[in-house]
């Protein structure tokens, strides 16, 4: 059985016996009954309490006249996602900010949970990055339904109003259509999963063999790489976002 954090252990205390039951309806049987959860799950659902607790604590607070520290920071947030986005995707941006910000964040505290001793980073496991990537794919894709009808769909048969020859090649810009947005999810997974996990592993070697000092380096670029890959991953969300919602469809 793979090793298990503090909550893992609890989660699996406490509710494996619902979790396999619920699973069971759906024919599915984990490898381990007895610990249906994973590391990887438990770190989600810490990050997810986090950022409801945070939400919840901005809404509560919320002042025109004595704003708090917390809504300063939620305020920036928003203002720095929206700057992004209306420079991105441009007309109607707003629409996306909830979305894009709270994804954004949800990758950050992920990448960055691994720092705290005995927890660990559930972006480093390729599952938690493939399934942010599916979730940003069907959403911008749902808005380029919502936005153009189904006239969206068009854009994976080429410029077949040019002429009627391009209808000969639409088969073929059909196929090229469909492996470049499968492509994007597959970016979108390896880029995040690749370079969280090797900065765990870079940052555990160096723990391991220069236990003082060094390691602080390597910590610092961890948060600088744990910032970056959050943005990115946004940044590519409003690129895919931008390019459905676009006018020209």
């Known amino acids: 059985m793979p090793t298990q954090l503090l909550l893992t252990r609890f989660l699996n205390a406490h509710f494996a016996a619902q979790v396999d039951a619920l699973l069971a309806l759906f024919h599915v049987h984990p490898t381990y009954p ?5 590391n990887a799950f ?8 986090f950022l409801l607790a945070y939400f919840i604590l901005v809404r509560v607070t919320l002042s025109v006249e004595k704003p708090q520290p917390i809504q300063h920071l939620a305020e920036a947030m928003n203002e720095f996602v929206s700057e992004q986005g209306e420079g991105i995707i441009g007309h109607d941006y707003q629409m996306f900010v909830g979305y894009l910000s709270v994804l954004f964040l949800f990758i950050l505290l992920c990448n960055l949970v691994g720092l705290i001793p005995g927890l660990e980073s559930p972006t480093a496991e ?6 942010l990537a599916l979730l940003t794919f069907v959403y911008y894709h ?3 339904v919502r936005k153009n009808g189904f006239g969206y769909l068009k854009q994976f048969i080429g410029p077949v109003h040019v002429s009627v020859w391009m209808w000969l090649l639409a088969p073929l810009m059909l ?3 469909i492996i470049s947005h499968l492509a994007r999810v597959l970016s979108l997974t390896v880029r995040l999963f690749a370079n969280m996990f090797a900065g765990d592993m870079v940052t555990l070697a160096f723990f391991s ?4 000092g060094i390691p602080l380096i390597f910590l610092g670029l961890h948060v600088f790489v744990s910032v ?3 943005f990115v991953f946004m940044a590519l ?3 895919y976002l931008s390019l459905a919602v676009a006018e020209e469809h």
Do not use: K
């Not at 007895?34 to 994973?38: Q, R, S, V």
């Not at 438990?42 to 309490?49: A, D, I, K």
């Open 237 to 239: 969300a409003m690129s």
């Open 126 to 131: 390729a599952s938690i990055p493939l399934g």
């Open 175 to 177: 196929v090229i259509e």
């Open 209 to 212: 063999l220069i236990p003082i």
């Open 228 to 230: 970056l890959q959050a």
């Open 42 to 49: 438990s770190m989600e659902l810490l990050v997810f309490v």
């Open 34 to 38: 007895e610990a249906p959860f994973n």
């Open 142 to 144: 749902y808005h380029g």
